[in-house]
């Protein structure tokens, strides 16, 4: 038994393996691990690597335990797996000892046992039933939990019985009786021969079983093999089966040993040998045929006949990659000599997700491997090795040492500089039929004179992936979340990512996307949970992200209205980029779809809006128009509704402000009425309602008495291009030129809106405004020499180790004064005193007063009241819209748009709640000959707001984009 093969001589099969970051030296190689009788190891690698490896590819890789092998427990080794943190399990026999022992051993990615694990690295298990040793497979799940499958006689019956070890090697409690499922009974008929053709652990606890089962006829000189697929849930139970057909074969022709794969999508792929071909038929998560794949969910795979016809296939692999599915698998053929000679022979082949040979890969999808004499081929998902190339494994038939060690390129064929013409040979080492990838190294386990080993080969791989942002996290209640990051790199096909969730530390559960944003349910609403990303590319898993911040997935309340969310700013559009100018004709803005973003200029991946989204908060620039204009933005592909939301005239302008999204496939809908220009729409936030995301989740709107917080005028402290600005929003403001006793914004806040004055700018240029501690990223107000200009915006909080709670600004070219009033600042519901705060309820834009249309020009010093809520002949005696636009009497402030239009002289307006004195909050600057736009979130007073002009005449128009409420205004004050 030392020398790992099987007591009967029969061979062993492959197991699962996955592909995983290097954390024992950071180098840019690969290696793979494989246990048991042979092994293909499909693996893709770039043809350059970033990082020479320590040891040329390969070769034998030192650093890998004790001169680059380790020991491990037990006469046999059978399976290997690697977890997604880069660490193996090995499961090794000793059926020598009475009763016989199993034994799961834990090592590093370096070699190095892991004392931690079981009793000092190893989990040992005494089976008495346990007469089948080369039945006996492993699989490790996301967390790392390890499942053992093994055929055991217990009471003159066999019975498949699975057992399930924590990541600590105890035994799972939540996994049937102290970590055994109930064992399931085997029919008599099949006693003769029963084996284990693939065990997958899948997300969630899941586990897939491939039973393979031959009846021997000697008279006959035939076998009878049937088999099935078994599931089995996070506790064990059987819940699902899938019987197989029926096949009768020759007994030279072997025991066909059949074999399953899973792919990124959850489906299940069973191949066997049905001679003279290969049969793989498609399952879904449940076990059900797809009835649409190929051939009614059977693809056929026919092996070569160049050098004579195919008798028999005996053992068969199947390894779904991002490439296709890889199909492998020995065979006995009749030669073409006049004796009609039987000879060995083994292939690898590609069938593309379609369920055909793929035509594009080696020989019309084919390869076949010589010489003969050699076990058969396994395959073992290595991706991201040799950039779609493979590795293949096989151990000599006879069971003496001295397997093989193959590489193929990219297309097929041999690899140059791999061996000699990719072949290396595994002195003294039959590896034992199961492979896993560990980061940087190729590690084959397998039975050496001396008794088991891991024994590690290096192979060339480029960098490991990038590391993602700390993920957003918003709860939906009941379980259920939105989770949302950011990536350095662009979003390709060959990028996914693996979101982790930890309690406690822990890791409790991970899930897989392709996009940047992913909706998981099904955790605890009682329970603090934290998230990671991590980035896996075709060559390995990177590491994991910083944790979000801590959250609770408590239910929602169930009220009306909208809550915010803050982001780091992030880029929607860009026409410069992509596409054309806007003008006349309707421009659809995707937000909400990654996909869609990216298309448009946007950021690689999207914005992490979520599909429950129903306003955003954006800037909207108009950049380098091509004369006088403005834009209109609206929700959906309809036509925008005759407001504004930008106005320019020939320079670059920016306004910030919420835009309600469509219901439809489209979000946003911009138009450009006169010149054309080109448009940049920077993210800010998000409202999402209430009844989407946890009664804790999102922040509710205090609006108060507009109030100044920074004014260089006043202080003399000029604000220099290029220099990053912090700005205080609490506490004495005194020395920045705000007010001496503050404006009232609580340390808990986590943004404000404000409004930022260029004041008599004297050169051009841009402003950005962000948290502190942060360099801003989102423009907010393109300014021109001698031009006065002003705009409003939300702004996060930021909350430096260095200093206190404030903003950041940073201007660009500009040499001119500043001024920042506060008009109101966001709560999250998490602070008690959110009691007070409103909700945001999105509306249609909507026109609420036009001077043109009513009262003319308007003088300055003089006061324009506006009315927001309520209905009746007051809203079209306002130059508004006929019976107003819908705001409730409980409003508590109002989203505007305003536009000082055909200025007769240069000026400024300021808006605050109707009856206070003197409004503070610049809104908008304007100059003769010209209209200016800006907006803000601006509480009501008796549901109004007053507009103060300074300068001009002017005439005013008041658009609304929304409204607020309190969060517990009673239903039958609205």
Same mark, same amino acid.
């Given at each position: 038994?030392?020398?790992?093969?099987?007591?009967?001589?029969?061979?062993?099969?492959?197991?699962?393996?996955?592909?995983?970051?290097?954390?024992?030296?950071?180098?840019?190689?690969?290696?793979?691990?494989?246990?048991?009788?042979?092994?293909?190891?499909?693996?893709?690698?770039?043809?350059?690597?970033?990082?020479?490896?320590?040891?040329?590819?390969?070769?034998?890789?030192?650093?890998?335990?004790?001169?680059?092998?380790?020991?491990?427990?037990?006469?046999?080794?059978?399976?290997?797996?690697?977890?997604?943190?880069?660490?193996?399990?090995?499961?090794?026999?000793?059926?020598?000892?009475?009763?016989?022992?199993?034994?799961?051993?834990?090592?590093?990615?370096?070699?190095?046992?892991?004392?931690?694990?079981?009793?000092?690295?190893?989990?040992?298990?005494?089976?008495?039933?346990?007469?089948?040793?080369?039945?006996?497979?492993?699989?490790? /799940?996301?967390?790392?939990?390890?499942?053992?499958?093994?055929?055991?006689?217990?009471?003159?019956?066999?019975?498949?019985?699975?057992?399930?070890?924590?990541?600590?090697?105890?035994?799972?409690?939540?996994?049937?009786?102290?970590?055994?499922?109930?064992?399931?009974?085997?029919?008599?008929?099949?006693?003769?021969?029963?084996?284990?053709?693939?065990?997958?652990?899948?997300?969630?606890?899941?586990?897939?079983?491939?039973?393979?089962?031959?009846?021997? /006829?000697?008279?006959?000189?035939?076998?009878?093999?049937?088999?099935?697929?078994?599931?089995?849930?996070?506790?064990?139970?059987?819940?699902?089966?899938?019987?197989?057909?029926?096949?009768?074969?020759?007994?030279?022709?072997?025991?066909?040993?059949?074999?399953?794969?899973? /792919?990124?999508?959850?489906?299940?792929?069973?191949?066997?040998?049905?001679?003279?071909?290969?049969?793989?038929?498609?399952?879904?998560?449940?076990?059900? +045929?797809?009835?649409?794949?190929?051939?009614?969910?059977?693809?056929?795979?026919?092996?070569?006949?160049?050098?004579?016809?195919? +008798?028999?296939?005996?053992?068969?692999?199947?390894?779904?990659?991002?490439?296709?599915?890889?199909?492998?698998?020995?065979?006995?053929?009749?030669?073409?000599?006049?004796?009609?000679?039987?000879?060995?022979?083994?292939?690898?082949?590609?069938?593309?997700?379609? $369920?055909?040979?793929?035509?594009?890969?080696?020989?019309?999808?084919? !390869?076949?491997?010589?010489?003969?004499?050699?076990?058969?081929?396994?395959?073992?998902?290595?991706?991201?090795?040799?950039?779609?190339?493979?590795?293949?494994?096989?151990?000599?038939?006879?069971?003496?040492?001295?397997?093989?060690?193959?590489?193929?390129?990219?297309?097929?064929?041999?690899?140059?500089?791999?061996?000699?013409?990719?072949?290396?040979?595994?002195?003294?080492?039959?590896?034992?039929?199961?492979?896993? !990838?560990?980061?940087?190294?190729?590690?084959?386990?397998?039975?050496?004179?001396?008794?088991?080993?891991?024994?590690?080969?290096?192979?060339?791989?480029?960098?490991?992936?990038?590391?993602?942002?700390?993920?957003?996290?918003?709860?939906?209640?009941?379980?259920?979340?939105?989770?949302?990051?950011?990536?350095?790199?662009?979003?390709?096909?060959?990028?996914?990512?693996?979101?982790?969730?930890?309690?406690?530390?822990?890791?409790?559960?991970?899930?897989?996307?392709?996009?940047?944003?992913?909706?998981?349910?099904?955790?605890?609403?009682?329970?603090?949970?934290?998230?990671?990303?991590?980035?896996?590319?075709?060559?390995?898993?990177?590491?994991?992200?910083?944790?979000?911040?801590?959250?609770?997935?408590? /239910?929602?309340?169930?009220?009306?209205?909208?809550?915010?969310?803050?982001?780091?700013?992030?880029?929607?559009?860009?026409?410069?980029?992509?596409?054309?100018?806007?003008?006349?004709?309707?421009?659809?803005?995707?937000?909400?779809?990654?996909?869609?973003?990216?298309?448009?200029?946007?950021?690689?991946?999207?914005?992490?809006?979520?599909?429950?989204?129903?306003?955003?908060?954006?800037?909207?620039?108009?950049?380098?128009?091509?004369?006088?204009?403005?834009?209109?933005?609206?929700?959906?592909?309809?036509?925008? @509704?005759?407001?504004?939301?930008?106005?320019?005239?020939?320079?670059?302008?920016?306004?910030?402000?919420?835009?309600?999204?469509?219901?439809?496939?489209?979000?946003?809908?911009?138009?450009?009425?006169?010149?054309?220009?080109?448009?940049?729409?920077?993210?800010?936030?998000?409202? !999402?309602?209430?009844?989407?995301?946890?009664?804790?989740?999102?922040?509710?709107?205090?609006?108060?008495?507009?109030?100044?917080?920074?004014?260089?005028?006043?202080?003399?402290?000029?604000?220099?291009?290029?220099?990053?600005?912090?700005?205080?929003?609490?506490?004495?403001?005194?020395?920045?030129?705000?007010?001496?006793?503050?404006?009232?914004?609580?340390?808990?806040?986590?943004?404000?809106?404000?409004?930022?004055?260029?004041?008599?700018?004297?050169?051009?240029?841009?402003?950005?405004?962000?948290?502190?501690?942060?360099?801003?990223?989102?423009?907010?107000?393109?300014?021109?020499?001698?031009?006065?200009?002003?705009?409003?915006? +939300?702004?996060?909080?930021?909350?430096?180790?260095?200093?206190?709670?404030?903003?950041?600004?940073?201007?660009?070219?500009?040499?001119?004064?500043? !001024?920042?009033?506060?008009?109101?600042?966001?709560?999250?519901?998490?602070?008690?005193?959110?009691?007070?705060?409103?909700?945001?309820?999105?509306?249609?834009?909507?026109?609420?007063?036009?001077?043109?249309?009513?009262?003319?020009?308007?003088?300055? $010093?003089?006061?324009?009241?506006?009315?927001?809520?309520?209905?009746?002949?007051?809203?079209?005696?306002?130059?508004?819209?006929?019976?107003?636009?819908?705001?409730? @009497?409980?409003?508590?402030?109002?989203?505007?748009?305003?536009?000082?239009?055909?200025?007769?002289?240069?000026?400024?307006?300021?808006?605050?709640?109707? $009856?206070?004195?003197?409004?503070?909050?610049?809104?908008?600057?304007?100059?003769?000959?010209?209209?200016?736009?800006?907006?803000?979130?601006?509480?009501?007073?008796?549901?109004?707001?007053?507009?103060?002009?300074?300068?001009?005449?002017?005439?005013?128009?008041?658009?609304?984009?929304?409204?607020?409420?309190?969060?517990?205004?009673?239903?039958?004050?609205?």
């Amino acid at each position: 038994m030392g020398d790992g093969s099987n007591s009967n001589g029969r061979r062993a099969r492959d197991h699962a393996v996955a592909a995983v970051p290097n954390r024992r030296t950071g180098a840019t190689r690969r290696t793979l691990i494989a246990l048991s009788a042979a092994a293909l190891l499909a693996s893709t690698v770039t043809a350059t690597s970033t990082a020479a490896a320590a040891s040329p590819p390969g070769s034998v890789d030192v650093a890998f335990g004790t001169g680059g092998a380790t020991s491990l427990p037990g006469g046999s080794a059978h399976s290997v797996v690697v977890d997604p943190y880069g660490d193996l399990y090995a499961a090794t026999t000793d059926t020598a000892a009475d009763p016989p022992t199993v034994s799961i051993s834990k090592l590093g990615p370096d070699g190095s046992i892991d004392p931690t694990f079981g009793s000092g690295g190893t989990a040992t298990d005494t089976r008495p039933g346990f007469g089948y040793p080369e039945d006996l497979r492993i699989a490790v /799940d996301d967390l790392g939990r390890v499942t053992s499958a093994s055929i055991e006689e217990v009471g003159g019956e066999l019975h498949l019985v699975l057992r399930r070890l924590l990541a600590s090697g105890s035994p799972d409690p939540a996994f049937g009786v102290a970590g055994v499922a109930e064992p399931v009974v085997l029919p008599s008929s099949i006693s003769d021969v029963a084996s284990i053709g693939g065990l997958i652990a899948a997300p969630a606890g899941v586990s897939y079983v491939a039973l393979v089962s031959s009846t021997v /006829d000697v008279n006959e000189g035939t076998a009878q093999h049937t088999g099935a697929l078994l599931r089995f849930d996070e506790h064990g139970t059987n819940d699902a089966e899938a019987p197989l057909p029926m096949v009768r074969e020759r007994l030279e022709n072997g025991f066909p040993v059949d074999t399953i794969t899973r /792919d990124d999508l959850g489906r299940i792929y069973y191949a066997s040998a049905r001679n003279p071909r290969v049969e793989v038929r498609r399952y879904d998560a449940d076990l059900r +045929i797809d009835p649409v794949w190929s051939d009614y969910g059977v693809a056929i795979f026919r092996p070569p006949y160049s050098t004579g016809g195919i +008798i028999g296939i005996r053992d068969v692999a199947i390894r779904a990659t991002r490439d296709g599915l890889y199909v492998a698998s020995d065979f006995i053929k009749v030669s073409e000599s006049p004796e009609g000679l039987l000879s060995d022979g083994a292939f690898v082949g590609r069938l593309t997700y379609g $369920g055909q040979p793929d035509p594009g890969w080696a020989d019309g999808g084919v !390869v076949e491997l010589w010489p003969g004499g050699l076990d058969a081929p396994r395959l073992v998902d290595a991706e991201g090795a040799i950039g779609g190339g493979l590795l293949v494994v096989q151990g000599p038939s006879s069971g003496s040492n001295g397997g093989t060690l193959r590489r193929l390129d990219v297309s097929g064929r041999w690899a140059d500089g791999f061996g000699a013409n990719g072949s290396v040979p595994l002195t003294g080492l039959s590896p034992s039929g199961t492979a896993a !990838v560990a980061g940087d190294h190729v590690v084959l386990v397998g039975g050496t004179a001396s008794g088991a080993v891991a024994r590690s080969y290096s192979v060339d791989s480029p960098a490991l992936p990038v590391l993602p942002t700390a993920p957003t996290v918003l709860a939906r209640g009941s379980g259920a979340a939105t989770v949302t990051w950011q990536s350095p790199v662009p979003e390709t096909d060959s990028i996914s990512y693996v979101v982790t969730v930890r309690s406690a530390g822990v890791p409790v559960r991970t899930f897989t996307s392709r996009d940047r944003i992913l909706d998981v349910d099904g955790l605890d609403p009682a329970v603090t949970y934290t998230f990671t990303v991590a980035a896996v590319e075709p060559w390995g898993r990177g590491p994991d992200s910083p944790p979000s911040r801590p959250i609770v997935l408590t /239910d929602s309340d169930g009220g009306p209205g909208t809550v915010y969310v803050p982001i780091t700013s992030c880029r929607l559009l860009d026409t410069r980029v992509a596409g054309a100018r806007v003008g006349s004709r309707l421009r659809a803005v995707a937000v909400r779809r990654p996909a869609g973003v990216e298309a448009q200029g946007g950021h690689g991946g999207g914005c992490g809006v979520p599909s429950a989204a129903s306003a955003i908060v954006a800037a909207v620039s108009a950049v380098d128009p091509s004369g006088k204009g403005y834009l209109r933005v609206g929700a959906g592909v309809e036509r925008p @509704p005759a407001t504004t939301f930008v106005t320019f005239a020939g320079t670059s302008v920016t306004n910030v402000g919420p835009l309600t999204l469509g219901t439809g496939r489209t979000d946003l809908g911009v138009q450009a009425f006169g010149a054309g220009t080109d448009v940049v729409i920077d993210l800010l936030g998000y409202f !999402v309602p209430r009844v989407e995301v946890s009664a804790t989740e999102g922040a509710v709107y205090v609006p108060i008495v507009p109030c100044r917080i920074f004014d260089t005028r006043v202080n003399g402290a000029a604000v220099r291009s290029g220099v990053t600005r912090t700005i205080a929003v609490s506490g004495d403001l005194a020395a920045q030129g705000g007010n001496p006793a503050g404006c009232s914004v609580p340390d808990a806040a986590i943004a404000v809106e404000g409004a930022l004055s260029s004041v008599e700018p004297r050169s051009g240029g841009f402003a950005r405004l962000g948290p502190a501690g942060d360099r801003p990223t989102a423009t907010v107000l393109n300014v021109a020499a001698r031009r006065p200009v002003a705009t409003t915006s +939300i702004v996060p909080i930021g909350r430096p180790r260095n200093g206190g709670a404030g903003l950041a600004l940073l201007a660009r070219g500009v040499e001119s004064d500043w !001024v920042v009033d506060v008009t109101g600042y966001y709560l999250p519901r998490t602070d008690p005193a959110s009691v007070s705060g409103s909700v945001y309820f999105p509306a249609t834009p909507c026109r609420l007063a036009d001077t043109r249309r009513a009262g003319g020009p308007v003088t300055t $010093g003089s006061v324009l009241r506006v009315e927001v809520s309520g209905d009746g002949p007051v809203f079209a005696a306002q130059g508004g819209t006929a019976g107003g636009c819908g705001v409730t @009497p409980a409003a508590s402030a109002a989203s505007l748009i305003v536009t000082a239009a055909d200025a007769e002289g240069k000026g400024h307006t300021r808006v605050g709640p109707a $009856g206070t004195p003197a409004p503070g909050a610049t809104v908008v600057q304007f100059r003769r000959g010209a209209s200016a736009s800006g907006g803000g979130s601006f509480g009501l007073g008796s549901g109004a707001v007053d507009l103060r002009t300074y300068g001009g005449p002017t005439n005013q128009v008041v658009d609304l984009q929304g409204w607020f409420e309190l969060l517990d205004t009673p239903a039958e004050q609205r």
